[in-house]
């Protein structure tokens, strides 16, 4: 009986290390699995148009840091130098993804018929950053803005988003686009010129331009544009081509907003109402700097809001397209249903988690 009795126990324990053996191998069957499936994604390379401002943070990031690469997307930059030749470059196909200021035309254009969406945040005007703002050269006498009735005011384009800051900081202050001459100048960089030589007396910048002007001793601040109005400046846009793409859409999405959260982390978190440095400061300092031909000490004194997930103020499009309608730069009523999509970023940030 005893005999019989081990010669039995000695089975079970035999059946238990198979067994065992069985469910090792599955888990590494399993983890390989996993790895080839991240191995294996198909690599796809995406055009993005972009401009060499602060606000395009998350993208130098993802670029730098590899988080594009970890997604499978191989990233092509095409640079330009103002925001409306970039929604016209998105919504012919021209690149995949735009990145740059919502503008009237990019209403326009959805209103006529053309497919651009917009995804997610590039940047947003937020009471106690400085992202874009309002100037003088250092000389004028004008310190509120009130006293830009009758002056000129330099602007990228009609219908741009410095074009709309500015229609929107006057009516705050009782006055409006009829009180002052607006003067299209095309660039930045122009609109740097004409306030140095004093041919315009203000102009709307954006970092790091605001700072490197301040810093260059020939403009001063008068108004901060995020002190004055929560305003959904830039976004990231969508070709149709890309959404149609599904999988590439949200793998964009995933590096995209780790990029966001890394920047967030690293740049924009406040303790005490006061910016506190994270762990990747320097890093992110050092890659803004690169990307934008700026000086680090110029990129440290003026960090843009964004949401650190990259989720878009979608209410504020509704409000965009109101005023754009009432000032005649918009021509058809345009539900933003069908401009604004969230559902890439949000089955993306499904996928990261915290």
């Given at each position: 009986?005893?005999?019989?009795?081990?010669?039995?126990?000695?089975?079970?324990?035999?059946?238990?290390?198979?067994?065992?053996?069985?469910?090792?191998?599955?888990?590494?069957?399993?983890?390989?699995?996993?790895?080839?499936?991240?191995?294996?994604?198909?690599?796809?390379?995406?055009?993005?148009?972009?401009?060499?401002?602060?606000s395009?943070?998350?993208?130098?990031?993802?670029?730098?840091?590899?988080?594009?690469?970890?997604?499978?997307?191989?990233?092509?930059?095409?640079?330009?130098?103002?925001?409306?030749?970039?929604?016209?470059?998105?919504?012919?196909?021209?690149?995949?993804?735009?990145?740059?200021?919502?503008?009237?035309?990019?209403?326009?254009?959805?209103?006529?018929?053309?497919?651009?969406?917009?995804?997610?945040?590039?940047g947003r005007?937020?009471?106690?950053?400085?992202?874009?703002?309002?100037?003088?050269?250092?000389?004028?006498?004008?310190?509120?803005?009130?006293?830009?009735?009758?002056?000129?005011?330099?602007?990228?384009?009609?219908?741009?988003?410095?074009?709309?800051?500015?229609?929107?900081?006057?009516?705050?202050?009782?006055?409006?686009?009829?009180?002052?001459?607006?003067?299209?100048?095309?660039?930045?960089?122009?609109?740097?010129?004409?306030?140095?030589?004093?041919?315009?007396?203000?102009v709307?910048?954006?970092?790091?331009?605001?700072?490197?002007?301040?810093?260059?001793?020939?403009?001063?601040?008068?108004?901060?544009?995020?002190?004055?109005?929560?305003?959904?400046?830039?976004?990231?846009?969508?070709?149709?081509?890309?959404?149609?793409?599904?999988?590439?859409a949200v793998?964009?999405?995933?590096?995209?907003?780790?990029?966001?959260?890394?920047?967030?982390?690293?740049?924009?978190?406040?303790?005490?109402?006061?910016?506190v440095?994270?762990?990747?400061?320097?890093?992110?300092?050092?890659?803004?700097?690169?990307?934008?031909?700026?000086?680090?000490?110029?990129?440290?004194?003026?960090?843009p809001?964004?949401?650190?997930?990259?989720?878009?103020?979608?209410?504020?499009?509704?409000?965009?397209?109101?005023?754009?309608?009432?000032?005649?730069?918009?021509?058809?009523?345009?539900?933003?249903?069908?401009i604004?999509?969230?559902?890439?970023?949000?089955?993306?940030?499904?996928?990261?988690?915290?």
């Amino acid at each position: 009986m005893k005999k019989n009795n081990v010669v039995l126990l000695a089975i079970i324990l035999a059946m238990a290390a198979i067994l065992g053996a069985c469910g090792s191998n599955q888990g590494n069957s399993q983890a390989t699995d996993d790895s080839a499936s991240n191995d294996q994604l198909e690599t796809v390379k995406l055009d993005i148009g972009m401009l060499k401002l602060t606000s395009s943070a998350p993208l130098f990031i993802a670029i730098e840091k590899g988080f594009f690469e970890e997604e499978g997307i191989e990233a092509n930059v095409e640079w330009f130098e103002a925001a409306q030749p970039i929604a016209v470059a998105t919504a012919s196909g021209s690149v995949d993804v735009g990145a740059t200021g919502i503008t009237a035309s990019l209403y326009n254009m959805v209103a006529e018929g053309q497919k651009l969406y917009i995804v997610a945040d590039k940047g947003r005007e937020q009471e106690g950053y400085s992202s874009s703002a309002l100037m003088v050269h250092t000389d004028s006498p004008i310190t509120t803005i009130e006293e830009l009735k009758g002056k000129k005011i330099g602007i990228t384009q009609t219908g741009s988003t410095f074009h709309y800051m500015a229609g929107r900081l006057l009516e705050k202050h009782g006055l409006s686009l009829s009180d002052v001459e607006l003067v299209p100048l095309g660039k930045i960089n122009a609109m740097m010129e004409t306030l140095s030589s004093k041919q315009v007396d203000a102009v709307l910048l954006n970092e790091p331009n605001i700072t490197a002007v301040v810093k260059e001793g020939y403009g001063k601040v008068i108004a901060q544009v995020g002190d004055e109005i929560e305003y959904q400046t830039s976004g990231i846009f969508f070709s149709q081509k890309i959404v149609d793409n599904h999988d590439a859409a949200v793998r964009f999405m995933k590096a995209y907003a780790k990029a966001s959260r890394y920047y967030y982390d690293a740049v924009l978190v406040k303790e005490n109402g006061e910016l506190v440095p994270g762990e990747n400061y320097d890093d992110v300092i050092a890659i803004i700097a690169k990307y934008t031909d700026q000086p680090e000490e110029n990129i440290k004194l003026g960090m843009p809001y964004m949401d650190r997930d990259g989720k878009l103020l979608a209410e504020d499009i509704k409000t965009q397209i109101d005023w754009y309608l009432a000032n005649k730069m918009v021509e058809k009523e345009l539900d933003p249903a069908t401009i604004v999509n969230t559902d890439i970023l949000d089955e993306a940030l499904e996928q990261l988690g915290n």
